[in-house]
């Protein structure tokens, strides 16, 4: 299974900016999707999850109301559209897969990772 980020780059404060996830090459046919990200020094943490059917999302506290998670699975696309963006947004993204048909918000429920994409927010 191969995850590939895009769309980091670096913005302003207050601006947006919408990450996406390619998936290929799974062999299970539902699957749970997420974004987590890593500043620099400090551990990764949980940003984002979608269910298999794009019914359920949960959201970290810090990005709830500016960050949305999507999916397309006709494509095997997930999407991170992020608005508002803060400073503290600054970090590299990655996406993560597994498979399942709830979410869940801890990286060691995830096996298979993207190799992230630098966001980084100038104040």
């Known amino acids: 299974v191969q995850l590939v980020e895009s769309g980091g780059e670096l913005v302003q404060a207050g601006g947006s900016l919408r990450l996406s996830c390619a998936v290929s090459?799974?062999?299970?046919?539902?699957?749970?999707m997420a974004w987590f990200r890593q500043a620099p020094g400090k551990e990764r943490e949980f940003v984002a999850t979608?269910?298999?059917?794009?019914?359920?999302?949960q959201y970290a506290d810090s990005v709830k109301g500016r960050f949305t998670i999507s999916r397309d699975n006709a494509n095997d696309m997930s999407y991170l559209q992020m608005n508002s963006l803060k400073p503290e947004d600054t970090a590299v993204y990655y996406c993560?897969?597994?498979?399942?048909?709830?979410?869940?918000?801890?990286?060691?429920?995830?096996?298979?990772w993207g190799q992230g994409t630098q966001v980084t927010v100038s104040s």
């Open positions: 993560a897969i597994r498979m399942g048909t709830r979410y869940y918000t801890n990286e060691q429920d995830y096996r298979y």
């Open positions: 090459g799974r062999t299970f046919n539902t699957y749970t």
């Open positions: 979608v269910t298999w059917n794009g019914v359920i999302t």
